[in-house]
């Protein structure tokens, strides 16, 4: 019996849902979930399209990059997710996308400022840019956990978003946020002048988001 067969699963739903709602295209993008105390990460794999990938195509993996079991090659980013698992120990769940609106903002190397209230409690504030760094390398894992700090989404330079959670569900949906929002800043810039939440508000909401008084 596949000791991983639950978490392919689960992982292969939400990626192909994710490829479905266009967060990404072709073979890009990458989807991971991970298990704390067995210390392995299930992530997707390298150059399989979505249409065809299955269960037995998900990569159960250690973060130092050891194979749980014989299987594909893992997703290109993998060290990304293994930074971003060693470094955050609250986030058990990676979703990397290319969705167009979103990313476009990682070209122009610019932050989506808070121009809805719904950024504040799913993604934390702003989206702002990670420094770029070449894909497949530790560093992007590095510079993205940089721009992540009180943030639950980032954009990565040159190159696309990045959304974390606790679980998968939240990491997705946060990932649907951040392209949500990169399309209404958009589409708001087209039609005029854009104006942001208050200042005052976001720390209000901050606030009770925290807790606090």
Do not use: W
């Not at 971003?84 to 979703?95: A, D, H, L, N, Q």
């Not at 956990?145 to 954009?155: D, F, G, P, S, T």
Request: aromatic fraction near 6%; glycine fraction near 6%.
């Amino acid at each position: 019996m596949d000791r991983f067969k639950e978490e392919k699963k689960r992982l292969l739903e939400m990626t192909h849902r994710s490829y479905e709602e266009a967060l990404f295209a072709g073979t890009s993008g990458n989807l991971s979930i991970y298990d704390k105390e067995h210390d392995i990460m299930a992530i997707t794999p390298s150059c399989i399209p979505y249409e065809t990938m299955e269960e037995s195509d998900i990569v159960p993996m250690h973060p130092d990059g050891e194979l749980a079991e014989a299987s594909h090659k893992p997703s290109s980013e993998r060290r990304m997710h293994a930074v971003i698992y060693r470094s955050k120990p609250e986030v058990c769940s990676v979703v990397h996308t290319h969705s167009p609106y979103a990313t476009s903002f990682a070209v122009n190397q610019e932050r989506i400022p808070v121009i809805l209230i719904e950024m504040i409690p799913f993604l934390g504030g702003d989206i702002g840019v990670a420094q770029f760094a070449l894909p497949g390398t530790e560093e992007v894992g590095l510079e993205a956990v940089k721009a992540l700090e009180n943030r639950n989404a980032c954009l990565l330079a040159n190159h696309g978003v990045l959304a974390v959670g606790a679980t998968l569900e939240q990491a997705h949906i946060r990932a649907v946020y951040a392209e949500d929002a990169a399309k209404i800043y958009s589409l708001a810039r087209s039609n005029g002048e854009v104006v942001q939440v208050p200042e005052k508000y976001v720390r209000m909401m901050l606030e009770r988001k925290s807790g606090g008084k």
